[in-house]
């Protein structure tokens, strides 16, 4: 997410994310049984959204922001196991949340966010990213708190 701190660069940000996506899709295509490349295809898929979503284009980026979450649900209900798909994907309700308009649709974005965070912390106290992505969810105005 380097080109989202310059704003005059998130559109070449976007289109070299568009050709990195297409490269993990072709990846998947041919190693269907390598996770690592559709969890590559979920993560470019994710930063793009938010960098759509940043250029203010938010059905694009919502639609990208959904497609990861299908990704990453996919991936945890095969790897249940595998703590980074659930970051990934509570990291993907929580900019689907930050999304949308309809206050009560984004509290059940956070909601479901703070699910994947909340076990992933219990699991690993150590976590780093997921401790601080509850604390940013913690830190919500309270209308919009799940």
Not at 13 to 38: N, S
Not at 80 to 109: C, E, F, H
Not at 113 to 131: H, I, K, L, W
Request: charged share 30%; hydrophobic share 40%.
């Amino acid at each position: 997410m380097t080109w989202a701190r310059v704003p005059d660069r998130q559109a070449a940000g976007v289109a070299e994310l568009d050709r990195a996506i297409i490269g993990c899709e072709k990846l998947v295509k041919q190693f269907p049984r390598v996770p690592a490349y559709l969890r590559s295809k979920g993560m470019g898929t994710l930063y793009r959204g938010r960098l759509k979503g940043l250029q203010g284009q938010r059905e694009a980026a919502a639609r990208d922001l959904n497609a990861a979450a299908k990704v990453f649900e996919g991936l945890v209900g095969k790897h249940p196991a595998i703590p980074v798909y659930r970051s990934y994907l509570g990291q993907t309700y929580m900019a689907l949340g930050q999304l949308d308009l309809n206050p009560q649709k984004a509290a059940d974005w956070y909601r479901k966010a703070r699910e994947m965070f909340a076990g992933e912390v219990e699991r690993s106290p150590e976590n780093f990213q997921d401790r601080k992505a509850l604390m940013e969810l913690d830190a919500l105005p309270k209308p919009l708190k799940p």
